[in-house]
């Protein structure tokens, strides 16, 4: 099926199941610990041994030698892989570094073995036995330091520039020129990155954690040098991503060729410092933001410039895009820079490009609004536009940014915020409340699924989607429901099989819409199939309660496979509305934080978000999804920093012990608003993504209610402690 004018009236917009806040088919599983994820597919590869990663030691060079002697000597121990073992490998088209080292060494912690033993404890004690020799070399580890030898990326956004920039900006009355940092991040998502192997003749069959099935199977098939149709991957429960799951990552390589080597089901699942420094992770970036305005505010002219750093051959962090969109003014500019580090790969993460770039441009939208001395609501309402400000003539196909700003303006009593920094105290904290805009583009990618039919009236749904934690199994089944007629105790979703149609899997907040649209497609197929069998004009017949009826006349659904199973699979692709219509998601995060006037320890109060995301396929999920993501916001403006050793070249913190992120105790209150919104020109479910949306500007609203708690604007994040309290001597200390 192809989509290539506006929805119109259809099926799902009955909302007899699509759109009701409904609880997860998958959550009693993932509730009793029985949700079988990668590394416990223990019935389909039984008696699997044991691998254990050896990470390089080395940040940059190549091994010299490398000694397996004592190693494969020792207890238990089946096989050691190594590159040299290992034979010829390519590299798939996702991957910046190679997933097996040697003899190069591209980044710390680069898999440079795999011991395989009948135990995890005898793998792991056999591979303190290898003996490995390096050569190392200088390399690059400091963005600040590699700045000034950044290039234009040759395959990444090329720069933008609309109107006289540069001459506006410097006749504006009111001008801004700030920079702004963020940190190297990482995802520290609860389940590690782990896969099973299994070969049957030359067939190899990987049980791993991946968000994007049909892409893994094909770079890992690319690494192995084997064809696709002998890879299979199955990924049927996730425990997280946020994009670190995106590609195919050593462990499932490493897992493959381990099985090979010990020719039995081998199992592989990285260290927590292996996941901070072997895969990927949100590169830090340096931004600079130039605003100038005239003295009623409208905007005149906004330049974003940012510089990031990655792996030679590796992309930048996207950081102005979201700057390109999100408001009005003639005269505009943005361009990013990239610097070769030799750091570990560089690569999405939850909203990448959008989260770092609001991070920064928040902060300077409040900063305009303090220097024209107006509230940073009216300012940025004040600077709204309905259409592409680089290309007027393309209007958004919905842009509610404004009625998000107003709507929380109203819910969490922005009235009462103070506009002089440090004029609220709760005894010895001090009160501050701020905002910041949310937006993240509407991404969508062809999707496939199969739908089957069967005489007790069940429908079974197989696409291989995959579900991070998101919901992915019952906004599907909700599809399918709404579509057939049936409630959803009739509908078997399965999920994550690269034996089933390709569907866009889970990334850039396309998931959800997409894969329900594949759905969608083939159920479409399946009433006309169905309608037919049962001598219906299919576009006149009514799929409900488990009946097709036409006229006065009514049949269970289930007798059209009376004489076997009735099967329909199909696709949604998409023509060009998305290149007539500029398709965005918005929203506004309010903050208010309590920040100690004695030690800056800063605490948020309360929080929320109002989004516009076309239609809420499950309110249950959706809220699950942005709360989870405030929470990620909050992490990314006080706490989450990977610190680099800028001598040897990993980051130090590398486990959960070091890396801080927000725990129940760091979350107050967070509330959610969706506002009542389709989009026809999305697809035919009217709906977008918000899982990434969600954190969007969260880390600027905490950032802007710190300043307007203290006075003090911290432009490097986290804001930690130490970057507020000199400031709050002089500030606040003397209003106290």
Request: net charge positive.
């Amino acid at each position: 099926m192809k989509f290539t004018t506006p929805a119109t009236t259809n099926p799902i917009d009955q909302l007899k199941v699509v759109g009701r806040a409904t609880d997860r088919i998958d959550g009693p599983l993932k509730t009793t610990g029985t949700a079988p994820y990668a590394y416990e597919q223990n019935k389909a590869a039984p008696h699997a041994a044991y691998g254990y990663v050896v990470g390089a030691a080395i940040a940059k060079g190549r091994i010299d030698a490398i000694d397996t002697g004592a190693a494969r000597r020792a207890p238990g121990v089946l096989a050691v892989v190594t590159a040299e073992s290992a034979g010829k490998l390519g590299k798939g088209k996702m991957n910046t570094a190679n997933l097996l080292g040697g003899p190069d060494i591209q980044h710390y912690h680069q898999a440079i073995a795999l011991v395989v033993a009948e135990t995890f404890e005898q793998a792991r004690s056999a591979a303190q036995l290898l003996d490995v020799k390096y050569v190392a070399q200088p390399g690059a580890f400091d963005l600040a330091q590699a700045r000034s030898a950044a290039v234009k990326p040759k395959d990444g956004k090329p720069d933008s520039k609309t109107g006289n920039f540069a001459g506006a900006y410097a006749n504006a009355p009111v001008r801004l020129d700030a920079s702004y940092t963020t940190p190297d991040q990482s995802h520290a998502m609860m389940e590690p990155h782990a896969s099973i192997a299994a070969w049957d003749g030359d067939k190899v069959t990987v049980w791993t954690a991946n968000q994007m099935v049909d892409w893994g199977r094909g770079d890992l098939a690319r690494t192995l040098g084997v064809p696709k149709d002998k890879v299979r991957i199955v990924s049927p429960y996730i425990g997280g991503g946020f994009g670190g799951k995106l590609f195919v990552r050593a462990e499932a390589l490493l897992a493959a060729l381990g099985a090979r080597a010990a020719q039995r089901p081998v199992k592989v699942a990285l260290t927590r410092p292996l996941m901070f420094n072997n895969t990927t992770h949100r590169p830090a970036t340096i931004q600079r933001v130039r605003i100038g305005a005239a003295r009623d505010g409208k905007i005149t002219a906004i330049g974003h410039e940012s510089w990031s750093g990655d792996l030679k051959g590796g992309q930048p962090e996207t950081a102005v895009m979201q700057t390109r969109l999100l408001y009005a003014g003639p005269n505009r500019m943005t361009a990013m820079r990239l610097a070769v580090l030799d750091l570990p790969e560089g690569n999405a993460m939850r909203a990448p490009g959008e989260a770092p770039g609001l991070m920064a441009l928040e902060i300077a939208m409040d900063e305009m609004a303090d220097k024209l001395k107006m509230d940073p609501i009216v300012f940025r309402i004040l600077n709204d536009t309905k259409v592409d400000p680089e290309k007027p003539g393309r209007p958004f196909s919905q842009r509610r940014l404004i009625d998000c700003l107003r709507t929380g303006a109203v819910e969490f009593g922005w009235k009462a915020r103070q506009p002089q920094p440090g004029a609220r105290r709760d005894g010895r904290w001090l009160v501050g409340m701020g905002v910041a805009a949310a937006f993240r583009n509407n991404l969508v990618m062809k999707s496939a699924a199969r739908v089957r039919l069967d005489g007790n009236g069940v429908i079974t749904v197989e696409t291989d989607m995959t579900d991070i934690g998101t919901g992915s199994y019952t906004i599907i089944a909700q599809t399918a429901a709404e579509m057939l007629g049936v409630t959803l105790n009739k509908v078997v979703v399965r999920l994550g099989d690269s034996d089933f149609p390709v569907s866009a899997g889970s990334g850039g907040q396309w998931g959800g819409n997409s894969a329900t649209a594949g759905v969608y497609a083939a159920c479409v197929r399946l009433r006309q199939a169905i309608a037919g069998k049962l001598g219906f004009d299919e576009s006149q017949a009514r799929f409900s309660d488990g009946q097709v009826s036409e006229g006065e006349r009514s049949v269970p659904l289930a007798a059209a496979a009376f004489h076997g199973d009735v099967v329909a699979e199909d696709h949604m692709e998409y023509g060009d509305l998305d290149k007539k219509f500029q398709q965005s998601t918005f929203g506004a995060h309010f903050v208010e934080v309590g920040v100690d006037s004695d030690t800056g320890e800063v605490r948020v109060r309360r929080m929320l978000a109002v989004c516009a995301a076309g239609r809420i396929l499950n309110p249950k999920a959706a809220r699950s999804q942005v709360i989870g993501a405030m929470t990620m916001g909050v992490g990314a403006a006080l706490m989450e920093e990977l610190v680099v050793d800028r001598r040897r070249g990993y980051f130090v913190n590398h486990d959960l012990a070091g890396y801080e992120v927000p725990v129940h105790a760091d979350i107050p209150h967070q509330d959610v608003i969706f506002l009542d919104e389709t989009d026809p020109m999305s697809s035919p479910m009217k709906a977008k993504g918000v899982g990434e949306l969600g954190i969007c500007g969260v880390a600027a609203a905490i950032a802007n209610a710190v300043y307007n708690a203290t006075g003090v604007r911290v432009r490097e994040y986290p804001v930690t402690l130490d970057k507020l309290i000199g400031g709050l001597d002089g500030k606040v200390m003397a209003r106290a």
